[in-house]
């Protein structure tokens, strides 16, 4: 029992917290939920440029506060997703999303993690290589070593 | 030996990429505008000292000028203040102020109390206009060609020093326009 009422004021608390957050520094509704959903995915990854890492959706500032009001006023007039993000590398260039774009450029950027991968993969393979070769010509293994027969 | 090659392989490579990184890093956060080498915004704004009177950029079509963005809110244009009445007194190329997000009477009395080193005052009280420059931060400072392209931005207070070495250079490399003012 004890538990349980625990567990309720701990989610109620959680609920609070973050209704909080979100009622102070966004307040904005839009009167489709469909919008709704993509004014608040673009508000979350897109730069807020004076506070730099933030999000637009979770800074505070005044410019975040411009620049979401023409993330919706662009959504209001029928723009696309895709339009939104231009209009804004166009003023603020690539630094403002904080998702990279895939583009050449930047080609690097997202193939870093599998040529690490590869490379990883690379000295594993050796490293177990050398261990299956190197073993049974420099010691004969232990009677003593072997799990017991 | 060829033990520590491949290591030392990786050493090297991750260095050249992290050198990389650091050396195309925004200088001291500073972004590089997308708006380089482009067409300034265009705007018909109002004019904060004449309010019959609108602050057009096809007016300024066919000079040079410093397009500053400015408030009376920030710290660094009070910084930069004397520095922009120098550019002024020195009569080589006129200063468009944007006055982003502020109060016209406030920028007014700032303006008799200071000097104006501005030939003429846009106001931006929705700050869309500064949107349109890519402004994050004032003042911020853009030099514009007598053909409307934006050759150069400065963040942060203008000083002497980025006028003589960033501004002038630029200025200069085309007498005849830059004359015309």
Partial sequence: MRRCVQIVLFSACLALASARVALAVDPTELPDPALQARYLALTHELRCMQCQNETLADSPVGLAADLRREVRDQLLAGKSDDQIRAWMTARYGDFILFRPRYSLRNAWLWGAPFALLLIGALVCWRVVRNRTTLLPGDHEPLEEDGPAR | ?181
């Fill in chain 2, 1 to 181: 030996m060829t033990k520590f090659l491949l290591p030392l392989g990786i050493f090297i490579l991750l260095a050249v990429v992290l050198a990389i990184g650091i050396h195309h890093s925004p200088d001291k956060g500073i972004i590089v505008s997308p708006l380089l080498g482009k067409a300034a915004p265009a705007f018909a704004l109002p004019n904060l000292t004449d309010p019959a009177r609108e602050v057009r950029s096809a007016d300024l079509k066919g000079r040079w000028y410093l397009f500053n963005v400015w408030g009376t809110w920030c710290g660094g244009c009070r910084e930069e203040h004397e520095a922009l009445l120098q550019v002024r007194r020195a009569g080589v190329v006129p200063i468009i102020g944007l006055d982003w997000k502020d109060d016209d009477a406030q920028a007014l009395s700032w303006l008799t109390q200071l000097g104006n080193p501005y030939e003429v005052v846009a106001t931006d009280h929705s700050g869309r206009q500064a949107i349109e420059w890519g402004v994050y931060g004032a003042p911020e400072t853009f030099l514009v060609n007598p053909q409307g392209i934006v050759v150069y931005k400065h963040v942060g207070a203008l000083t002497p020093e980025v006028w003589t070495r960033e501004i002038l250079p630029r200025l200069s490399k085309v007498p005849a326009a830059a004359g015309s003012s």
